[in-house]
């Protein structure tokens, strides 16, 4: 067995979470491969490390004092080595970073420090092989991640390496500039290391006991998800629920490699699994709801729309030509409807009816603003009838209105337009529908 385990931010925060953190790699022998964050927040009020090095650097950048803010970076870092009582001295790799500041070596390099410096700390401190992330992750010169690239080598490097500590976050470009993914990047390190390893299980250690079934900010205390496909988190994912870097899945589903997300501050309680397929039977019909507010709709109504060929194209064209993403399209007999950002489109808005205008002479277009959009999630949807039916029946009983549904032809998903200002209600409505009354 043979497991890539991840820790976030929060989980090395300080001495204490590293120490948390070390138990639960000696915990087990097959927790090989460990992939660190930088420090993260200690409380609410806190900064992260990373935030740090950017601001710092970008002081330096500027020629402006940044010793102040390099004396709060080095503070955190030493509290972390004199609590673990690590006989390690940072003071040659403060004197290089800062060297490498002055050199404008830039903002990635910056804040690739968290993480490579954490990943010093904790190879010491686990007696684990450290393995710079610069020499095994690549990125190519445009600084697009090169994945096969990266899966070759890493794996003949890993390949020797029995145990290792890996940063997570960041890589090198061909010229040797170290390059980040983009924010909470650490996920991918972890994945991509798994992968290379062919781990049977990645782990990946947060502050969370694992994926909500809803969002804690809008139903108190929801319940945690035993089990869910890489698919229905991609699509909760894309709706706003945010555990896991997004792209983290992409190189463990290349090979079928489960994630298990679990709590350093819990780690007796069951988390969450994220996997390819599954026979598990969800505790529920519906794997999880998420929501986003922010959108508008145009509705394009013109008689006989669907005898006309290229319809759907001259309008969706209108949009491309300004550079707008669409979110959904429902259609009816003699109506489409384009579900847009609203932030992305108002600048546009009458360019975008002009231009539809032009392109099929519809006999009216018609906007609505402020709507949200809210997906309910579940493999067990397919199975159970009378999903839609409990859905809209808990809307109408909130009282609420909905615009617009839209069921994909997976049957893994329903999603729901209603007010922004029914946002919240009807989530709770949902979750009350299918959870609560289960418990
Ligand atoms: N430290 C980086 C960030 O704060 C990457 C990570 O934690 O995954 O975004």
């Given at each position: 067995?043979?497991k890539?385990?991840?820790?976030?931010?929060?989980?090395?925060?300080?001495?204490?979470?590293?120490?948390?953190?070390?138990?639960?790699?000696?915990?087990?022998?097959?927790?090989?491969?460990?992939?660190?964050?930088?420090?993260?927040?200690?409380?609410?009020?806190d900064?992260?490390?990373?935030?740090?090095?950017?601001?710092c650097?970008?002081?330096?950048?500027?020629?402006?004092?940044?010793?102040?803010?390099?004396?709060?970076?080095?503070?955190?870092?030493?509290?972390?080595?004199?609590?673990?009582?690590?006989?390690?001295?940072?003071?040659?790799?403060?004197?290089?970073?800062?060297?490498?500041?002055?050199?404008?070596?830039?903002?990635?390099?910056?804040?690739?420090?968290?993480?490579?410096?954490?990943?010093?700390?904790?190879?010491e401190?686990?007696?684990?092989?450290?393995?710079?992330?610069?020499?095994?992750?690549?990125?190519?010169?445009?600084g697009?991640?090169?994945?096969?690239k990266?899966?070759?080598?890493?794996?003949?490097?890993?390949?020797?390496?029995?145990r290792?500590?890996?940063?997570g976050?960041?890589?090198?470009?061909?010229?040797?500039?170290?390059?980040?993914?983009?924010?909470?990047?650490?996920?991918?390190?972890?994945?991509?290391?798994?992968?290379?390893v062919?781990?049977?299980?990645?782990?990946?250690?947060?502050?969370?006991?694992?994926?909500?079934?809803?969002?804690?900010?809008?139903?108190?205390?929801?319940?945690?998800?035993?089990?869910?496909?890489?698919?229905?988190?991609?699509?909760?994912?894309?709706?706003?629920?945010?555990?896991?870097?997004?792209?983290?899945?992409?190189?463990?589903?290349?090979?079928?490699?489960?994630?298990?997300?679990?709590?350093?501050?819990?780690?007796?309680?069951?988390?969450?699994l994220?996997?390819?397929?599954?026979?598990?039977?969800p505790?529920?019909?519906?794997?999880?709801?998420?929501?986003?507010?922010?959108?508008?709709?145009?509705?394009?109504?013109?008689?006989?729309?669907?005898?006309?060929?290229?319809?759907?194209?001259?309008?969706?064209?209108?949009?491309?030509?300004?550079?707008?993403?669409?979110?959904?399209?429902?259609?009816?007999?003699?109506?489409?409807?384009?579900?847009?950002?609203?932030?992305?489109?108002?600048?546009?808005?009458?360019?975008?009816?002009?231009?539809?205008?032009?392109?099929?002479?519809?006999?009216?277009?018609?906007?609505?603003?402020?709507?949200?959009?809210?997906?309910?999630?579940?493999?067990?949807?397919?199975?159970?009838?009378?999903?839609?039916?409990?859905?809209?029946?808990?809307?109408?009983?909130?009282?609420?209105?909905?615009?617009?549904?839209?069921?994909?032809?997976?049957?893994?998903?329903?999603?729901?337009?209603?007010?922004?200002?029914?946002?919240?209600?009807?989530?709770?409505?949902?979750?009350?529908?299918?959870?609560?009354?289960?418990?």
């Amino acid at each position: 067995m043979k497991k890539v385990v991840k820790f976030g931010g929060s989980s090395l925060a300080n001495a204490k979470q590293f120490k948390k953190a070390a138990d639960i790699v000696r915990a087990e022998k097959s927790r090989k491969y460990v992939v660190p964050s930088a420090p993260g927040k200690r409380n609410d009020k806190d900064e992260k490390v990373t935030d740090l090095l950017y601001q710092c650097y970008d002081l330096a950048a500027e020629g402006s004092a940044y010793n102040k803010v390099f004396a709060k970076i080095k503070e955190r870092f030493s509290e972390i080595v004199e609590g673990l009582e690590l006989n390690m001295n940072l003071a040659y790799e403060f004197d290089r970073i800062e060297e490498n500041f002055r050199k404008k070596a830039g903002r990635d390099y910056a804040a690739s420090r968290g993480e490579y410096l954490n990943g010093l700390i904790m190879a010491e401190y686990l007696g684990y092989k450290f393995i710079d992330a610069a020499e095994v992750i690549s990125f190519d010169e445009n600084g697009v991640f090169d994945s096969e690239k990266t899966n070759t080598e890493l794996r003949e490097r890993l390949e020797h390496e029995d145990r290792a500590v890996i940063p997570g976050f960041y890589g090198a470009m061909p010229d040797g500039r170290v390059k980040t993914f983009s924010r909470g990047g650490s996920d991918i390190t972890g994945s991509i290391v798994a992968r290379a390893v062919h781990a049977d299980l990645y782990e990946n250690w947060t502050d969370v006991s694992g994926v909500l079934v809803a969002d804690p900010h809008i139903v108190p205390d929801p319940q945690v998800i035993d089990a869910i496909t890489y698919s229905e988190l991609r699509e909760l994912s894309y709706m706003g629920a945010s555990v896991l870097h997004e792209e983290s899945i992409f190189p463990v589903r290349k090979e079928g490699i489960p994630i298990h997300i679990r709590n350093t501050n819990r780690p007796k309680d069951r988390g969450t699994l994220i996997v390819e397929s599954t026979c598990r039977k969800p505790r529920y019909v519906i794997t999880g709801i998420a929501g986003k507010r922010g959108f508008c709709s145009v509705t394009v109504e013109k008689a006989m729309m669907n005898a006309e060929v290229g319809f759907c194209r001259k309008v969706l064209s209108v949009f491309e030509k300004y550079g707008i993403s669409i979110e959904h399209m429902p259609s009816g007999i003699d109506t489409m409807t384009i579900f847009v950002h609203q932030s992305d489109f108002e600048e546009y808005e009458q360019s975008v009816i002009a231009g539809i205008h032009r392109a099929v002479d519809p006999d009216f277009v018609e906007m609505e603003a402020d709507l949200a959009l809210i997906a309910v999630v579940g493999r067990g949807m397919k199975a159970a009838r009378g999903t839609a039916g409990r859905i809209f029946s808990a809307l109408a009983h909130a009282r609420i209105n909905v615009k617009m549904i839209d069921q994909g032809s997976s049957e893994r998903n329903i999603i729901i337009g209603v007010k922004d200002a029914d946002f919240e209600a009807a989530i709770k409505a949902i979750y009350d529908i299918f959870v609560t009354v289960e418990l």
